[in-house]
């Protein structure tokens, strides 16, 4: 059997869910109202969340009235996200690198920084190449990353932080390498003591005109934080890209 990957064993822990539980259910409504608001989509407009975790920003677009599919690699994740009861509402679980169903979307958001993760730059390629071709003509695709630029400054050399997160420990270490912003995480539950690993890559804006040019895409438009304001590389915390397909 192969080896998991980092994000196959991570995500698919409890532990991933109880470090970052603070990504509430208003935040990501104000988000995506804001989204929504921005794009001005048609009410029979098809949505596709790809890596959905638990379905939080998927049920906010439910919530407005467009049918959603979301989509994750973790099975533990889409049972979670199962249990949400909404007729506008369904779940799978997938990889984003190889998304096929046999209807094309309209919209496919991908938030949270949920890109970025394979060990080969082309993988991130072949994965917007196949989100291209999910879309319908004319169609766009939102991603929303971290603002490795800000990132950066704020890593150097290095950070180390402890948690105590309802009596589940955490520490983590980031750091920043050519290709990777990583992030060493160790928990002690008890007794049980645990080591995970994060790592997403290196892209500043740049790299990603890049990338969307060679998969397909007109960048359309560029916002800086959840509230939809301007992008600053220097100042802002995320990279909110719109794009369309050709």
């Keep these: 059997m192969d080896k998991k990957t980092w994000f196959e064993s991570w995500f698919d822990t409890p532990y991933y869910h109880i470090l970052y539980g603070h990504r509430d259910q208003s935040e990501a ?25 638990k379905g939080r920003h998927a049920l906010e677009i439910a919530i407005q009235g467009f049918h959603t599919t979301g989509i994750d690699l973790s099975t533990n994740s889409i049972n979670h996200a199962k249990q ?40 991130l390629l ?14 766009r695709f939102v991603l929303d990353y971290l ?8 890593i150097g050399g290095g950070v180390h932080q402890d948690f105590d997160i309802d009596g589940v420990l955490f520490s983590t270490r980031k750091k920043v390498s050519k290709q990777f912003i990583s992030k060493q995480i160790n928990v002690t539950d008890g007794t ?10 290196n892209l500043d804006l740049g790299d990603f005109d890049e ?9 359309q438009t560029i916002f800086g934080d959840y509230q939809l304001n301007k992008f600053d590389s220097s100042r802002s915390d995320r990279l909110i890209v719109i794009v369309t397909k050709h």
């Design 29 to 53: 409504s104000g988000f995506i109202q804001n989204l929504l608001n921005h794009l001005n989509p048609e009410p029979t407009d098809h949505f596709l969340d790809l890596a959905c975790g």
């Design 147 to 154: 603002n490795v630029v800000k990132t950066r400054a704020i």
């Design 192 to 201: 049980d003591q645990y080591e995970f690993f994060e790592h997403v890559w």
């Design 211 to 219: 990338l969307f040019e060679k998969s397909g895409f007109t960048v």
């Design 126 to 139: 072949k994965t917007l190449i196949a989100i291209n071709k999910q879309l319908q003509p004319g169609g």
């Design 84 to 123: 949400i009861d909404h007729p506008l509402l369904e779940f799978h679980v997938g990889d984003m690198r190889h998304v096929h169903f046999p209807e094309k979307f309209n919209y496919i958001f991908n938030l949270f920084t949920s890109f970025g993760y394979f060990e080969k730059k082309d993988e």
